[in-house]
């Protein structure tokens, strides 16, 4: 088991500034009236939740591939990778509202081969059009043992803003911090056929914690995801 280091306590970076600005809102309409204030802190503590940004501990296992996003799965189907080739993949989605964390955490450890952004149209991204529709982006990673696995972060119907840190080159740790997206999204993830899935439709994840699935032994990989 490993703790990824993180860059900031507890509340995400992304955060600091609304937050800031609602509570000097809440502690100014409290002073001139009151009861008037109580909205103006409601919505402090509801950006407060949602901008939390917890550690989590990832569990063992080369071959792991770990939930990069808390939430709920909403599809888990073998079909094409359209980020990489259009190679043959299993498809695993994971779909935040609002009320879970929106840190992206990379689900392997890995070289980040490409970063694409994707802009779109804003469809409830539990749908599975908005997988391909919705704005997005895009990370192509080669593990070390030379799977190819691909993160793709969706905005969703409220989601205005899709933060990716990572670019070529980059060499991640599966569950360190990568991205953000603000106000409900899903992100997708493209695995090697072959990988066996550790979770099912209407499963409950969390970031860096889960297991979504584990890769094929090295030796299966194939000259498309070498």
Same mark, same amino acid.
């Given at each position: 088991m490993n703790k990824p280091s993180y860059p900031h306590?507890?509340?995400?970076?992304?955060?600091?500034?609304f937050l800031a600005g609602i509570v000097v809102i809440s502690i100014a309409v409290t002073i001139w009236s009151g009861w008037a204030s109580v909205p103006f802190w409601l919505l402090s503590v509801f950006v407060l939740q949602f901008f939390r940004d917890p550690p989590r501990?990832?569990?063992?296992?080369?071959l792991n591939v770990l939930s990069p996003a808390d939430g709920r799965?909403?599809?888990?189907?073998?079909?094409?990778d359209p980020y990489h080739g259009n190679r043959d993949a299993l498809?695993?989605?994971?779909?935040?509202?609002? !009320?879970?964390?929106?840190?992206?955490?990379?689900? =392997?450890?890995?070289?980040?081969? +490409?970063?694409?952004y994707f802009a779109g149209k804003f469809f409830n991204a539990a749908l599975d059009k908005a997988s391909l529709e919705n704005e997005r982006n895009?990370?192509?990673?080669?593990?070390?043992?030379g799977h190819i696995v691909t993160a793709v972060q969706v905005a969703g119907l409220v989601a205005k803003r899709i933060l990716c840190y990572a670019k070529a080159g980059d060499s991640l740790h599966h569950g360190q911090r990568y991205? !953000?997206?603000r106000f409900g999204s899903r992100?997708? =993830?493209?695995?090697?056929?072959? +990988?066996?899935p550790r979770v099912a439709i209407g499963d409950k994840v969390s970031a860096t914690s889960t297991v979504l699935a584990e890769l094929p032994a090295a030796a299966a990989v194939s000259a498309t995801d070498a």
């Open positions: 306590p507890i509340i995400a970076r992304e955060g600091w500034p501990v990832a569990p063992d296992g080369e799965i909403v599809v888990v189907q073998e079909t094409q498809k695993i989605s994971v779909f935040m509202n609002v !009320f879970n964390v929106h840190s992206n955490r990379s689900p =392997v450890d890995g070289e980040v081969l +490409s970063t694409d895009a990370m192509v990673l080669r593990t070390t043992q991205g !953000f997206i992100v997708d =993830v493209y695995l090697p056929i072959g +990988s066996r």
